[in-house]
């Protein structure tokens, strides 16, 4: 499950407006400044892959980046800004939920959760609402080199993942699937790939 060749193919804006190949696809979402870009540029082993505006509320683009010539890497805007206007929060909710539910090639959608920090009410929201709408979620923590800092409580890694994970149970039939992850040490990214893989073949 290795990565031979990445590249942008386009930015869209509506979900109408991306590739109609039906090649599977699996979408990296999570609150601004979670490690995404990081992430995608280690997955595919680039420095600049993912060019995505990160002004707030800006460009709320779908952006799809095709792997191997056989599945899409899908970069959906951050969320969270906190110094987004209402209206911008809102156009980005409607949008990424539209896409989330009528897309029928994307087979997970991967949310990034940063497990420097203990566990956040929006991300808790948001990864419940996947679950209640049925929406197969992969989990992805992000920043796991980062060790007992006075910032996050002097809490590891390992206790933020799990009290996240025991706080949205109940909206799952089934607990999701998990990777931990550092774009720092490259922890959990041949797992991703391996995991992108099998849901693929499935
Ligand atoms: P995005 O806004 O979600 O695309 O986040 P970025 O990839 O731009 O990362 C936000 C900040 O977190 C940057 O300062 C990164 O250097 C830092 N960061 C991202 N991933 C990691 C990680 O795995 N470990 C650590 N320690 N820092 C990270």
Not at 14 to 22: A, E, H, M, S, Y
Request: one cysteine or more.
């Amino acid at each position: 499950a290795q990565v031979v060749n990445a590249d942008f193919v386009k930015s869209s804006v509506r979900p109408d407006d991306c590739p109609r190949d039906g090649l599977p696809e699996f979408a990296l979402v999570g609150r601004s400044n979670v490690g995404k870009s990081s992430l995608l540029n280690s997955l595919v082993r680039r420095k600049r892959l993912a060019l995505t505006s990160k002004k707030p509320g800006k460009t709320q683009c779908i952006n799809h980046f095709k792997v191997n010539d056989s599945w899409y890497l899908v970069d959906l805007p951050g969320y969270g800004y906190a110094s987004a206007p209402q209206e911008a929060r809102t156009n980005w909710d409607e949008f990424t939920r539209n896409y989330f539910l009528s897309r029928e090639n994307l087979v997970s959608v991967f949310l990034l959760i940063d497990a420097s920090i203990p566990a956040k009410k929006i991300d808790l929201d948001y990864a419940s609402w996947l679950g209640q709408n049925k929406v197969p979620m992969t989990l992805v923590f992000t920043k796991c080199d980062k060790r007992k800092k006075k910032k996050n409580g002097g809490r590891r890694p390992e206790e933020n993942v799990e009290t996240f994970q025991s706080l949205i149970r109940e909206y799952f039939e089934a607990a999701p699937p998990w990777i931990m992850t550092s774009s720092v040490t490259n922890q959990g990214r041949d797992e991703i790939l391996l995991h992108m893989s099998q849901l693929r073949n499935y």
